[in-house]
């Protein structure tokens, strides 16, 4: 598995380096925080790598490692206790090699042992310096019996921003290759707060409930008939539980501490579920396509994780032409990427302990508790906050801006809307959002999706 020659000028500038923002860099670590690894393994070939694991080691010397592939063997010498402790990283070099099949089985050995291992080769659709296309390593893989956790894209980092990487995620625990049958019993409970929302709740509600996930709704008391066509839903569906809150009734302000609070007396109730602290504009998905949300919880309580983090995708109307009761899912096929710092970390599910989650202390972004272990990749949400141009200003105008508690804006809390102006059209330009697709997007935005690297930079 000899290394073939590579320009160390050009390989350089594809990986990047940590000053550079290089994308794979920050998803090793990015994983790593996530499992608590003591170790970020980086298998090179030649010197061609050595300028960007410097700058890695510069920041953190304790946690990068840089291994050589062995020119004889072309084996790499880690130690194994280095490997249970590790991800690894293989980086622009099985194109290098006289025999890429022999370093991917290696590699696949590996990810048996080592938390995760992430191999990125350069795309040949976006560059010449690639040896496969997406599609063809994909196929590669296939062909090999090696089925990666997730696959897709990632940019070069820095101020290229072409999609010209390919990623792939060897972690066995998370391959949908491993068959995990999921008990009847298993039933996560979303919580649900709404107000005013009769155009979208109960089409997000009645997602939930068809994937076998119980409902409890919190009504702020809404005036537009939200509350009366939850109750219809919920004399059919026996997993449905609607409350008006605060049960005196009506108040004058949105008060958004209380109904947090709501919710963690409610999950307190029922240690040992799965909980979804969930909005009525918000649909939360899998970070696979082909698995559902109940099915992607079951999968991070198989394997010992007790909470999950979002990516926050913000669909927008770029018509008039939503009629509420309509799937939003199937109506709304444009989103941006939502880059706001507060949103980089959402932990909106959890599996409920014996005690109290907090999630008053981060304004309901995160659900706090002790010992919390957060699955390494984030899940999907598809958030619906604008649905017309209509809807868009009674909502921003009167039924927030004029709600909001004023201790609550006092702490930084409800000033999203701010800049908004009344002129506002409440109608996006389709060219300048991402267009979304179940299969392609999720390729596209590979590590934005599992990681939130890209957004946030």
């Not at 990810?111 to 040949?124: F, G, K």
């Not at 296939?142 to 696959?151: K, L, V, W």
């Not at 979804?276 to 970070?287: G, K, M, T």
Request: aromatic share 10%.
């Amino acid at each position: 598995m000899m290394c073939g020659s590579a320009s160390p000028d050009r390989r350089s500038n594809i990986v990047g380096d940590k000053e550079r923002s290089s994308p794979l860099h920050d998803l090793a670590e990015f994983l790593a925080a996530r499992v608590h690894a003591s170790s970020i393994i980086e298998i090179a070939c030649g010197s061609a790598l050595s300028c960007a694991l410097a700058a890695c080691q510069k920041q953190s010397p304790e946690k990068w490692i840089e291994i050589k592939l062995d020119e004889s063997s072309g084996r790499p010498d880690i130690d194994e206790n280095t490997v249970r402790d590790s991800i690894i990283a293989c980086a622009n070099v099985i194109e290098r090699v006289t025999d890429s099949r022999a370093l991917l089985s290696m590699l696949a050995q590996l990810s048996q042992q080592a938390h995760a291992v992430i191999i990125a080769t350069v795309d040949r659709q976006h560059d010449p310096a690639g040896k496969w296309n997406l599609a063809e390593f994909t196929t590669l893989l296939s062909e090999m019996r090696i089925a990666p956790a997730f696959i897709g894209l990632t940019g070069h980092g820095n101020e290229d921003h072409r999609k010209a990487l390919i990623v792939a995620i060897l972690d066995w625990r998370c391959s949908l290759s491993v068959t995990r049958p999921i008990p009847t019993n298993f039933r996560p409970l979303a919580i649900i707060a709404t107000y005013n929302d009769v155009d979208i709740v109960p089409s997000i509600a009645t997602k939930l409930l068809d994937d076998r996930i119980d409902v409890h709704v919190l009504d702020n008391w809404s005036t537009d008939g939200t509350f009366e066509a939850m109750k219809g839903i919920c004399a059919a569906r026996d997993s449905l539980t609607l409350e008006r809150f605060p049960p005196i009734g009506p108040t004058q302000y949105y008060e958004w501490r209380k109904i947090l609070q709501r919710k963690e007396e409610i999950a307190t109730r029922l240690p040992g579920r799965w909980i979804i602290h969930c909005d009525s504009d918000e649909i939360l998905c899998s970070p696979w396509s082909n698995v559902s949300l109940r099915g992607a919880l079951f999968i991070a309580e198989d394997l010992g994780f007790s909470a999950v983090d979002f990516t926050v995708c913000d669909f927008l109307p770029v018509d008039d032409s939503f009629v509420g009761g309509t799937d939003p899912e199937r109506h709304f096929r444009y989103f941006a990427l939502d880059n706001h710092p507060a949103l980089s970390v959402q932990v909106r599910s959890w599996r409920q302990g014996t005690e109290r989650v907090v999630l008053t202390d981060s304004g309901g972004h995160e659900a706090y508790f002790p010992e919390r272990e957060i699955f390494p990749y984030k899940f999907i949400m598809k958030h619906y906050s604008i649905r017309s141009p209509e809807q868009g200003r009674r909502k921003v105008f009167i039924d927030r801006l004029g709600r909001f508690h004023p201790e609550e804006r006092k702490i930084g809390w409800h000033i999203h809307y701010d800049d908004w102006k009344a002129d506002h059209p409440f109608i996006w330009s389709a060219s300048k959002l991402i267009e979304f697709d179940e299969q392609r997007t999720r390729q596209l935005y590979l590590t934005e999706f599992i990681a939130g690297i890209g957004i946030f930079d």
